[in-house]
């Protein structure tokens, strides 16, 4: 008993999501063996569970298994920054070189439904994850940052359809409304957001996959996928179907070592704030917040009351390691408080009571997507860069429609069927990551001190991608 409770403990101390979470941890059995089921789904996380959920709801008599090593949700699923957000990481313009400005449209209004779609289901199964559709209320603290505002919105709206419902400038004012931070000039509203509890929604909805018949095994590592098998350390599953869905944790699969890039973004939390702290910050509809610097930052205003944030800039571990000790305390989880103090000076003084951070799966042309191979059996969804909470639904529930043959407006759209080229191998791939990294932070301070864009970095997301 000794040993399952400190294996409790290890994924409580995970994220202030999983700690936070009533009821016990205790891992589902293993694999018990060789076994066969229809639909193999490896990774227990958000675009696994999506993909099962949606499989069950449209055929009932599947035999749908999800293997997972650890326990659902102890990803990337069960430790990001809550943003169940409407957007991409490849955006619509690169959609639109694929399949044409109709089909973009597409699949933009898509991602969009997909949150209000986390929040239907989530109400339906009765998923208490907080769910709330406060938008994004993402600030200009320099020129730079407004002029790259105004572009962006000028270009959606009249490029692909998009109005002033969907996303709009904010003047100073409006902005201090949403957040009072230090340094606003302006900002940007962008609707499609909600914040909501992460590992609550996971692990409430691997509570409904089994509701709905579904399989479950936890504690059984996956090493292999070829058309027709999963070889795990607890036996083989043979499947008619099998679906990768691991993100991050893509590389442990035997001849996936380059195929998504494992990258860090760490976070903290506050302890709840009072009150009339709130009222000095805002956040009154539990926005999620950002400004628009290159090294990505976000937070969001928890159900109880916490600010949780985060941001990306710890380094690219050599050879796609993965390190969990960046994961518990680093200096740049020092770095993310004292960003986080200089954002909102009146909370100074109020304890950060949690550190943790994971990784997120990054495709070489920062580009997601998803698809299934007939002759093999062999589908796959992932590399969302960070913003997986609502493209993992759109993903699972197409994923689910292919599976099964369903037709439906989805699975067309431009994202399905595309292949990422692999990454470079190393130190290529070290060298140019973290070298990034730099070029990006470098441009963030230039950008603070001119006000203006840096050529910079527009040059190296280019090259990135």
């Given at each position: 008993m000794?040993?399952?409770d400190?294996?409790?403990?290890?994924?409580?101390?995970?994220?202030?999501?999983?700690?936070?979470?009533p009821?016990?941890?205790?891992?589902?059995?293993?694999?018990?063996?060789?076994?066969?089921v229809?639909?193999?789904?490896?990774?227990?996380?958000?675009?696994?569970l999506?993909?099962?959920?949606?499989l069950?709801?449209?055929d009932?008599?599947?035999?749908?298994?999800?293997?997972?090593?650890?326990i659902?949700g102890?990803?990337?699923?069960?430790?990001?920054?809550g943003?169940?957000?409407?957007?991409?990481a490849?955006?619509?313009?690169?959609?639109?070189?694929?399949?044409?400005?109709?089909?973009?449209?597409?699949?933009?209004?898509?991602?969009?439904?997909?949150?209000?779609?986390?929040?239907r289901?989530?109400?339906?199964?009765?998923?208490?994850c907080?769910?709330?559709?406060?938008?994004t209320?993402?600030?200009?603290r320099?020129?730079?940052?407004?002029s790259?505002?105004?572009?962006?919105?000028e270009h959606l709206?009249?490029g692909?359809?998009?109005?002033?419902?969907?996303l709009?400038?904010?003047?100073?004012?409006?902005?201090?409304?949403?957040?009072?931070?230090?340094?606003v000039?302006g900002g940007?509203?962008y609707?499609?957001?909600?914040?909501?509890?992460?590992?609550r929604l996971?692990?409430?909805?691997?509570?409904?996959?089994?509701?709905?018949g579904?399989?479950?095994?936890?504690?059984?590592?996956?090493?292999?996928i070829?058309?027709g098998?999963?070889?795990?350390?607890?036996?083989?599953?043979?499947?008619?179907?099998i679906?990768?869905?691991?993100?991050?944790?893509?590389?442990?699969?035997?001849g996936?070592?380059?195929t998504?890039t494992?990258?860090?973004?760490l976070?903290?939390?506050?302890?709840p704030?009072?009150?009339?702290?709130?009222?000095?910050i805002?956040l009154?509809n539990?926005?999620?917040?950002?400004?628009?610097?290159?090294?990505?930052?976000?937070?969001?205003?928890?159900?109880?009351?916490?600010?949780a944030?985060?941001?990306?800039?710890?380094?690219?571990?050599?050879g796609?390691k993965?390190?969990?000790?960046?994961?518990?305390?680093s200096g740049?989880?020092?770095?993310?408080?004292?960003?986080?103090?200089?954002?909102?000076?009146?909370?100074?003084?109020?304890?950060?009571?949690?550190h943790w951070?994971?990784?997120?799966?990054?495709?070489?042309?920062w580009?997601?997507s998803?698809?299934?191979?007939?002759?093999?059996?062999?589908a796959?969804?992932?590399?969302?860069?960070?913003?997986?909470?609502?493209?993992?639904?759109?993903a699972?529930?197409?994923?689910a429609?292919?599976?099964?043959?369903?037709?439906?407006?989805?699975?067309?759209?431009?994202?399905?069927?595309?292949?990422?080229?692999?990454?470079?191998?190393?130190?290529l791939?070290w060298?140019?990551?973290?070298g990034?990294?730099?070029?990006?932070?470098?441009?963030?301070?230039?950008?603070?001190?001119?006000?203006?864009?840096?050529?910079l970095?527009?040059?190296?997301?280019?090259?990135?991608?």
């Amino acid at each position: 008993m000794a040993a399952d409770d400190n294996l409790a403990d290890r994924y409580r101390s995970r994220s202030l999501w999983l700690d936070q979470l009533p009821g016990s941890l205790d891992p589902r059995p293993a694999l018990a063996g060789d076994t066969r089921v229809d639909v193999a789904i490896v990774g227990g996380g958000y675009t696994g569970l999506w993909t099962a959920y949606y499989l069950l709801q449209l055929d009932p008599a599947l035999r749908v298994m999800v293997i997972e090593k650890e326990i659902v949700g102890f990803g990337a699923s069960g430790r990001n920054g809550g943003w169940c957000v409407g957007e991409l990481a490849a955006g619509p313009d690169r959609h639109e070189t694929i399949a044409g400005n109709e089909a973009a449209r597409r699949l933009l209004r898509a991602v969009f439904d997909s949150v209000d779609e986390v929040g239907r289901v989530s109400e339906s199964e009765g998923i208490d994850c907080s769910f709330a559709k406060g938008g994004t209320v993402r600030l200009a603290r320099n020129e730079a940052h407004l002029s790259r505002q105004r572009d962006e919105v000028e270009h959606l709206q009249k490029g692909f359809g998009l109005t002033d419902d969907d996303l709009r400038m904010l003047d100073v004012d409006e902005a201090r409304t949403h957040l009072n931070a230090t340094g606003v000039i302006g900002g940007l509203f962008y609707a499609h957001t909600a914040a909501l509890d992460p590992a609550r929604l996971v692990r409430g909805l691997g509570e409904a996959v089994e509701l709905l018949g579904g399989t479950i095994v936890e504690q059984t590592a996956a090493t292999a996928i070829e058309s027709g098998k999963v070889t795990t350390d607890r036996g083989i599953v043979e499947a008619d179907v099998i679906v990768r869905a691991l993100e991050g944790y893509t590389g442990s699969l035997d001849g996936h070592a380059r195929t998504l890039t494992p990258l860090y973004s760490l976070m903290v939390a506050t302890e709840p704030l009072s009150d009339a702290r709130w009222e000095e910050i805002g956040l009154a509809n539990r926005q999620t917040f950002a400004d628009d610097r290159h090294m990505v930052i976000y937070g969001q205003r928890t159900g109880d009351g916490r600010i949780a944030f985060g941001g990306r800039g710890a380094p690219y571990g050599f050879g796609s390691k993965i390190d969990p000790s960046i994961e518990r305390r680093s200096g740049v989880h020092d770095k993310i408080v004292a960003t986080l103090t200089e954002l909102l000076p009146m909370i100074e003084g109020v304890g950060i009571t949690h550190h943790w951070g994971g990784v997120l799966g990054v495709p070489r042309d920062w580009f997601p997507s998803l698809g299934i191979d007939r002759a093999s059996g062999l589908a796959w969804a992932g590399g969302y860069v960070g913003e997986g909470v609502s493209p993992a639904n759109l993903a699972g529930r197409t994923l689910a429609e292919l599976i099964t043959e369903t037709d439906s407006p989805r699975v067309d759209l431009p994202w399905v069927g595309h292949h990422s080229r692999r990454w470079e191998p190393e130190p290529l791939r070290w060298l140019a990551i973290n070298g990034a990294f730099k070029v990006m932070g470098a441009a963030d301070r230039s950008e603070g001190r001119s006000g203006k864009e840096s050529r910079l970095a527009k040059g190296m997301w280019k090259l990135m991608r």
